[in-house]
């Protein structure tokens, strides 16, 4: 048997006559650098080209899992996708995957290695001004405090709609501010929750961090006011009908 490195995986061909198979397994994690979450399903994925698909037969197999625990959720090993529970990794422990194919013209048989990585975890969330009016202030988010030794780190920032689903105010990116933020009213009708979470250079997300933060309308907000407030939310809620968002667009004006 001949070897041959693709893309990090190992190919093992036989000599002459019809070819044998050919396995490589996607890499995962970010790029392909081979870091998942322990705290997130695994799914690693087999590509696999045979002269004879009839006589085809596959079969995972791991070093530093066990394959026959509860922490596979595939029906079986003998697919070309393999995918791990929540939780079936150790944060900081490695393993390797391999998928072996045969037909009646040979055999192969890619492997792949990974690290549980640990996400960023922590964090603080700040906003300026403590409180204000919906549609109407602008307010600052900050984010501090998380612990990661894979830097740098990006933030993406979010509101929690009264339906459940969040709202994008700033994707991710390396800035741990969000400027000129115009909130909505949440569940309670009255606080909107505010989310920050942070994503480390291998692609690992933390834990949201979340904040409260009161609005209400101003106290004694003449017609003026009131006209100048109401545009403010229309404008928000036709921006959300136009952006195909119209449960966003009723929160808005409720």
Same mark, same amino acid.
């Given at each position: ?9 190992? @190919? ?42 009839? &006589? ?15 922490? @596979? ?16 990794? &150790? ?26 990585? @640990? ?15 919906? %549609?109407? &202030? ?42 000129? %933020? ?10 909107? &929750? ?14 949201? @961090? ?18 100048? #407030?109401?545009?403010?939310? #229309?404008?928000? %809620? ?17």
């Amino acid at each position: 048997a001949e070897g041959r490195a693709v893309a990090g995986v190992t @190919v093992l061909s036989a000599g002459a006559g019809p070819p044998p198979p050919y396995a490589v397994v996607v890499p995962p994690g970010r790029d392909g650098g081979g870091v998942v979450s322990a705290s997130q399903k695994l799914v690693l994925s087999g590509e696999v080209e045979s002269a004879s698909p009839g &006589t085809l037969r596959l079969r995972w197999a791991a070093e530093g899992l066990d394959l026959a625990g509860p922490s @596979v959720l595939s029906e079986s090993l003998d697919t070309r996708t393999l995918v791990l529970a929540p939780g079936a990794l &150790t944060p900081g422990a490695s393993a390797s995957f391999t998928l072996h194919a045969s037909d009646e013209h040979g055999n192969a048989s890619a492997t792949v290695g990974t690290t549980a990585g @640990v996400p960023p975890s922590g964090g603080a969330l700040r906003v300026v001004p403590a409180f204000g009016s919906p %549609a109407l &202030t602008q307010f600052e988010l900050l984010s501090s405090g998380f612990a990661s030794d894979r830097h740098p780190l990006e933030y993406r920032f979010s509101q929690v709609l009264p339906s459940g689903e969040e709202m994008q105010l700033a994707d991710f990116s390396y800035s741990p501010v969000a400027e000129a %933020a115009m909130l909505m009213r949440g569940r309670d009708g009255r606080n909107a &929750t505010v989310l920050v979470r942070a994503r480390d250079m291998d692609g690992l997300v933390s834990l949201p @961090v979340s904040l409260n933060v009161p609005l209400d309308w101003p106290a004694g907000m003449d017609s003026e006011g009131a006209g100048v #407030a109401a545009a403010g939310v #229309a404008a928000a %809620a036709a921006a959300h009908v136009a952006s195909g968002s119209p449960d966003r667009a009723l929160a808005a004006v409720s």
